[in-house]
């Protein structure tokens, strides 16, 4: 079953996925896009690239330096790509916030302060907004998180993913379990209200047992929440990982075994599996969501505000907004020059046709939800189920053989064994796959 569908696919943060995104599409398009959406909030990103050490596994987009003041000129272009965005962009109640990278801690507290000062004077965000960021424990002093907390952070995501120092030093990523508790339990004291933990499976020299033992340190900090993200081992694309010796990484077989024992440790631990790479507690908003079927997906993960779109500030961030993609400038350098010659970064997009909004809607709700009601799809988009995806529906009965899904011509179910598939689910109704599955990382 595994060498069966252990190929490689998309981890459907989007439909299409940012691969179909095209020079073509102008920034003209995009506040066309705006003027038509009708969502009625908006979530916020912040893309802060800067990190104080490179950690080999990374894929993102980062800017590796020691030296705090090159985030000030960062700042300036930020503040002037809000202040050249349309008018109607900044009226959306803003519901959502979120700073990523790169090594959003890396800035100071009066950097912090700066930023979040300009997102409140020129956006309409809400008292109860969640506003979260992304934490690398490491030379973070604790009193960051007082300011953090007093400019209007309420959850932290920290970057953990292994407690083997073996595995750390293999990954160039050194911190230590009481640096990480000591963060957490500040957190909480200061009133933090919701905390996650990224870990990531298939690093090098893990096994079952040395994963067991940061599952269990994990257990004795009680996240809200747990990302376990499946490391994409693609050094052709990210030269850091070319560090990392193949030998060293666990089998395909081990890294399931990893898996399996993570998602049999957490749920017995009362965790609820939201699907292919989150965990949540019970009481969680994303574990409610899901059992009332209205959990979403976005360029940052799961969640659960439907109705906004999503603006995306700083080098290479992405925007969702009405039926759009927009991407800013990948390389520091160009992002600058674009601010700097005409107030915006716009690099490339993508504009959703009738049948990428079906397409999107049906992964959604596989990835999301682990399952999809026919009924839904034909009455919402006027289409025969049957007949559109034909393609795909004369695949479902192998995966129902294999004990996938269950399937009955009307509601397609995730089974408990899908789950740790869903990829490959949602990749029969991909109809861009063949032409880019090449370019993904494995599934498993």
């Keep these: 079953m595994l060498e069966k569908y252990n190929t490689s696919g998309p981890r459907y943060t989007s439909y299409p996925t940012a691969l179909s995104f095209n020079e073509q599409v102008s920034r003209q398009d995009i506040e066309a896009a705006w003027h038509d959406s009708e969502r009625s909030e908006l979530s916020l990103y912040v893309h802060l690239p800067f990190c104080h050490t490179l950690c080999y596994y990374c894929g993102c987009n980062k800017v590796i330096t020691r030296h705090p003041e090159k985030v000030d000129r960062y700042l300036d272009a930020l503040e002037a790509e809000i202040a050249g965005l349309p008018a109607a962009f900044k009226t959306k109640p803003v519901s959502q916030i ?12 009066p950097q912090s302060e700066r930023l979040m000062a300009m997102l409140r004077r020129d956006f309409d965000v809400q008292s109860n907004a969640q506003i979260s960021i992304e934490v690398d424990p490491r030379e973070f002093p604790l009193e960051r998180l007082d300011t953090l907390r007093a400019i209007g952070f309420n959850r932290l995501s920290i970057g953990v993913q292994d407690f083997s120092e073996t595995v750390q030093i293999a990954v160039n990523r050194v911190q230590s ?107 969680d908003e994303l574990a409610i969501a899901q059992r009332n079927g209205e959990l979403h997906r976005n360029f940052q993960g799961y969640t659960t505000h439907q109705n906004c779109d999503l603006l995306g500030l700083g080098v290479s961030s992405i925007s969702q907004i009405g039926r759009a993609f927009a991407q800013n400038q990948r390389e520091l350098k160009y992002y600058y020059q674009g601010i700097e010659t005409h107030q915006h970064a716009h ?86 796959l063949k032409s880019s599955q090449q370019r993904f990382s494995k599934v498993i």
């Design 98 to 109: 979120h700073w990523g990278g790169g090594t959003p801690s890396f800035l100071t507290g």
């Design 177 to 283: 379990e009481a640096l990480v508790a000591g963060l957490i339990d500040h957190a909480r004291q200061l009133g933090f209200n919701s905390i996650n933990l990224d870990l990531i499976y298939g690093l090098p020299h893990q096994s079952a047992a040395s994963f067991a033992n940061t599952l269990g340190t994990v257990l004795t900090l009680d996240p809200e929440r747990l990302s376990i993200f499946n490391y994409a081992h693609l050094p052709e694309r990210f030269a850091a990982q070319r560090k990392i010796k193949d030998e060293h990484l666990p089998s395909a077989d081990q890294k399931l075994a990893i898996l399996q024992q993570t998602i049999a440790t957490l749920t017995g631990a009362g965790y609820q599996f939201i699907g292919m790479d989150h965990f949540a507690k019970p009481s």
């Design 347 to 432: 690099h490339k997009g993508y504009l959703l046709s009738d049948d990428d909004l079906i397409r999107q809607r049906v992964i959604r709700d596989l990835i999301c939800n682990m399952q999809l009601s026919v009924t839904a799809i034909e009455q919402e988009y006027g289409i025969h189920f049957a007949q559109y995806f034909a393609e795909a529906i004369a695949q479902l009965p192998e995966l129902e053989a294999d004990g996938l899904i269950k399937w009955d011509q009307q509601m397609l179910q995730v089974q408990p064994q899908g789950k740790l598939l869903i990829r490959n689910i949602c990749m029969l109704f991909d109809a861009y």
